[in-house]
């Protein structure tokens, strides 16, 4: 049972990917559109108007898988700081503090800083064809 979907690894986290993007991107259209939601929007010259961009732009970029290591890395250290900003000052534990979902976000993207696009992303497409120079270490001179 330790591998039950192990042949699916890439496909899964292509899927976590793509839905986690989506979702963190959605965060941004709510502060930015107020959509989903009643309509409020925050200023977008302010610290919100900044984290709903980085949101609505890195959560696009990681859906369709282009930069996502760089961009995840940028979400990984909004949410770190959205985290210590926010949340934290209300009590200690992220349970209590509302900030579950923030921190949840921040090692998440901290494993795709670590893991990669994966396929079905951009990265993946447009890096198809190109040669490492690995496939080469067994030549003969």
């Known amino acids: 049972m330790e591998r039950f979907l192990g042949n699916y690894s890439p496909q899964l986290y292509a899927l976590l990917r793509i839905v986690a993007g989506l979702l963190f ?8 559109f107020g959509w989903p939601g009643d309509g409020d929007t925050v200023e977008l010259a302010s610290l919100m108007g900044l984290a709903g961009t980085i949101e609505l732009v890195a959560g696009l970029m990681i859906a369709f898988g282009f930069l996502t290591s760089w961009v995840a890395l940028i979400a ?34 901290l494993y795709m800083v670590a893991r990669g696009s994966g396929i079905w992303s951009v990265d993946a497409a447009r890096h198809s064809g190109v040669r490492t120079g690995a496939e080469n270490h067994h030549r003969v001179v």
């Open 25 to 32: 991107a959605m965060h941004g259209t709510q502060k930015l």
């Open 76 to 109: 990984s250290v909004e949410m770190l700081v959205a985290y210590f900003m926010a949340h934290a000052p209300q009590a200690s534990w992220p349970i209590q503090n509302q900030g579950e979902l923030a921190v949840l976000y921040c090692f998440l993207f």
